[in-house]
């Protein structure tokens, strides 16, 4: 009974939780009548339980067929536990009132069953289709939200979240606030570009090689003197490796800068010897007339040596294989020489010398090279080369002395040299101190020219006393000579003029020229040269111009292609032929006018002797002809639109062109009728030229009784009713 109790308790207490829910059902479905009240089944039921112990069976099965509220069964189920209370243990209730009761609840529950089904049943008539929807709405939900929650919470997806809207992002970022972003960027930027160099260097290389340039200008602009600091330690090697890759390049480039100094140098040296010269009657001049005698020497060289005297400039030391400069020295008061780019260009030079110039089987050395008035000395020995780079003519005595120092330095330290890898401290300081002596010999012959023994003085004086007359004689001779060389090298250092043999003489003062050229305007030209050169002498020019045989076949292809520039011209239609300088002219023209340019045009080739014209002069015609009716002189239509355009554009085209406008009528039996039908015909097309704003002085009207040119009786007749129009040059 106690187990039983407990089920029932437990049972009831379960249903209690949906107690309020259940209520709302039960009153829906008493309103629909599908059960009864609660007071009716109550009371029902209450009746029923007094008379259970005579009908249990009967009970059992209207239980089972009438529906039974909660109410119903929880008042049935306390009434029949009081009244299990309420009997004595000393009854006699036998086991069928208990096994009754057990069927009563177990009713009971299947009632309840059974009212849960109809739950779920008027929930789908009420709800339907919309609580289907709203758990598949549910359901799509929970997926959202799962998904969601796999991507805030696992990294991988997170970023595959994000990835798409970091440009976005950063692109706002960077249009809202640069700073900000270029403050983040700053401290890694360096790193970033670092790295990524040393992942993929050539990319990195096409992506900053646009920009390079301009960076470059820019800085150029901002600070040029760190730039400069920049480059300068490179530009020597530079230099030397653009050499070694193309040599032309460098050649062509350094041309227009050394060009110019080197003829302004020759300017300035040009002048300080005419200062000499004209200084000759002095008593420098007369010094200088001596010592050019003494020395066995003429006085134009010794004028020369002084204006350009002999100084070094500089003097390298350089590895013959490597080109590496062992040993530099130069004077501090000239401009200084790049050291690796001089022994760079050297070494090109004597390695171009040595494998193109020289003759196979021959071995020789590259011993100089010359720039207008300066000069390097080269002198090859051992595993290096001495380069001097001088100005003016050196003496026997420099050369010697040169070459012995050289010498001493090849036999004492060729072992070193010979292992020379670029760096100075292996190199002895003997050898600087042997090479810098080479500087200070021209101050030294310069100081033992200024000291004059007294012999030498003795001397002088005697040979100036017996000389004195001499020397005057002389002077006006060399004067003369001097005047004669500078003109005669005026004239060599024009190029049209140095190929023919041209002489300056100094005759009863005048400068006389005697030569053969070509033809008279080389000749003028010659003239004006001398006497820009000279411009206080007289000039007696006897030079001949000699007429020089023309080259037939160029002369032939001369007249061929001024044949075919002449042909070029309206109306003119001509051939030519050369035949031994003379040329024949045959063909057609225009005007007359057009006969005595062809021959004047032809008379100017070189090689034509004689030009033989039999052009004809043959006017340019227009083949326009005018129909008309018969018995009128009124113009077609058709003639209107497209022939009287043809005969303007013609007028328009040959402005010196005049026109006659011939009417024709042929008729035998009324000779005046059809004279002034061939009259009007011609007016008629007068009249529309000059509507269309042609000079009526262009037009000449003329009315003929017989048959057009070109038409006989044998013609059709319509083909007389015309009007001709002729070209004339003749102006009416």
């Not at 013959?320 to 200084?336: E, F």
């Not at 780079?389 to 070459?403: A, D, L, S």
């Not at 002797?609 to 043959?618: E, G």
């Not at 007028?651 to 026109?659: I, R, S, V």
Request: charged share 20%; net charge negative; with cysteine.
């Amino acid at each position: 009974m106690t187990q039983v109790e407990n089920s029932i308790s437990q049972s009831v207490e379960l249903k209690q939780e949906e107690a309020i829910q259940l209520d709302n059902l039960v009153h829906l479905l008493v309103e629909l009548k599908i059960i009864e009240s609660p007071e009716q089944s109550f009371s029902y039921s209450s009746s029923e339980t007094d008379n259970c112990h005579e009908y249990p069976t009967e009970e059992i099965e209207l239980l089972q067929l009438t529906p039974v509220t909660l109410e119903v069964c929880e008042a049935y189920l306390e009434s029949a536990f009081n009244y299990s209370q309420n009997v004595p243990n000393s009854s006699h209730v036998t086991v069928e009132e208990l096994e009754q009761t057990l069927e009563i609840f177990a009713t009971f529950e299947e009632n309840l069953e059974n009212s849960e089904d109809a739950l779920q049943k008027l929930q789908e008539i009420l709800v339907g289709t919309e609580l289907a929807q709203i758990n598949n709405l549910i359901a799509n939900l929970e997926q959202k939200i799962t998904k969601i929650d796999r991507q805030l919470y696992q990294p991988q997806e997170l970023i595959n979240l994000l990835l798409p809207w970091i440009s976005e992002l950063l692109k706002l970022k960077i249009t809202e606030s640069k700073e900000e972003i270029a403050q983040v960027i700053a401290p890694i930027i360096d790193r970033a570009i670092s790295s990524r160099i040393e992942q993929n260097k050539n990319s990195m290389s096409a992506a900053i090689a646009p920009a390079v340039p301009s960076a470059i200008s820019q800085q150029i602009i901002v600070a040029p003197e760190e730039v400069s600091d920049a480059i300068a330690p490179a530009m020597g090697r530079a230099i030397k490796k653009q050499i070694e890759i193309e040599q032309n390049i460098v050649v062509d480039a350094l041309y227009p800068i050394i060009g110019s100094t080197i003829a302004k140098y020759m300017a300035e040296t040009i002048r300080a010897i005419n200062q000499q010269v004209e200084e000759t009657l002095s008593v420098t001049g007369i010094k200088r007339k001596i010592r050019a005698k003494l020395q066995g020497v003429s006085e134009a060289e010794l004028i020369l040596k002084e204006a350009l005297p002999f100084t070094v400039q500089a003097i390298f030391l350089i590895h013959k294989a490597s080109g590496l400069v062992i040993s530099n020295i130069q004077r501090s008061d000239t401009q200084q020489l790049e050291a690796e780019m001089v022994a760079g260009m050297l070494t090109a030079i004597r390695s171009f010398a040595n494998d193109c110039i020289n003759q196979s089987g021959n071995v020789t050395e590259l011993d100089a090279i010359e720039y207008g008035t300066s000069k390097i000395i080269l002198e090859v020995a051992g595993y290096c080369y001495l380069a001097l780079v001088v100005q003016g003519e050196p003496t026997k005595k420099f050369i010697k002395e040169m070459r012995q120092i050289f010498s001493n330095i090849v036999k004492k330290h060729g072992d070193l040299i010979e292992k020379f890898d670029g760096d100075p401290d292996l190199i002895p300081s003997e050898v600087h101190t042997l090479i810098e002596k080479l500087k200070y010999t021209e101050i030294q012959q310069k100081n033992q020219k200024n000291k004059f023994s007294p012999l030498l003085v003795l001397s002088l004086t005697i040979i100036s006393t017996i000389f004195i007359p001499w020397g005057i004689w002389q002077y006006y001779s060399g004067a003369i000579r001097s005047l004669e060389n500078q003109t005669s090298l005026a004239l060599a250092s024009i190029p049209e003029l140095a190929v023919y043999r041209l002489s300056v003489q100094v005759e009863h003062n005048k400068l006389k020229l005697t030569g053969r050229v070509p033809n008279q305007l080389i000749r003028q030209k010659t003239e004006q040269i001398v006497k820009l050169t000279s411009p206080n002498w007289l000039i007696d020019n006897q030079i001949l111009a000699v007429e020089v045989p023309a080259d037939p076949v160029l002369a032939a292809a001369e007249v061929k292609r001024v044949t075919a520039i002449l042909n070029q011209t309206d109306g003119t239609t001509i051939s030519a032929q050369y035949i031994a300088g003379k040329v024949v002219v045959e063909g057609t023209i225009n005007r007359i006018a057009d006969a005595q340019t062809i021959t004047h045009v032809f008379e100017q080739i070189p090689g034509v002797k004689s030009v033989s014209s039999t052009v004809q002069v043959q006017p340019q015609q227009i083949e326009v002809r005018f129909y008309f009716e018969p018995n009128s002189a009124s113009l077609i239509k058709a003639d209107l639109r497209s022939k009287i355009q043809q005969v303007k554009f013609f007028l328009n085209q040959h402005p010196n062109k005049h026109l006659k406008v011939i009417g024709y009528s042929y008729d035998r039996t009324d000779a005046n009728r059809t004279q002034k039908l061939a009259l009007a015909r011609a007016k008629a097309v007068q009249q529309a030229l000059i509507q269309l704003g042609i000079n009526p002085s262009r037009l000449q009207v003329i009315g003929q009784t017989k048959l057009p040119p070109g038409i006989d009786t044998t013609h059709p007749l319509w083909l007389s009713r015309c009007v001709v129009i002729e070209s004339i040059n003749k102006q009416f």
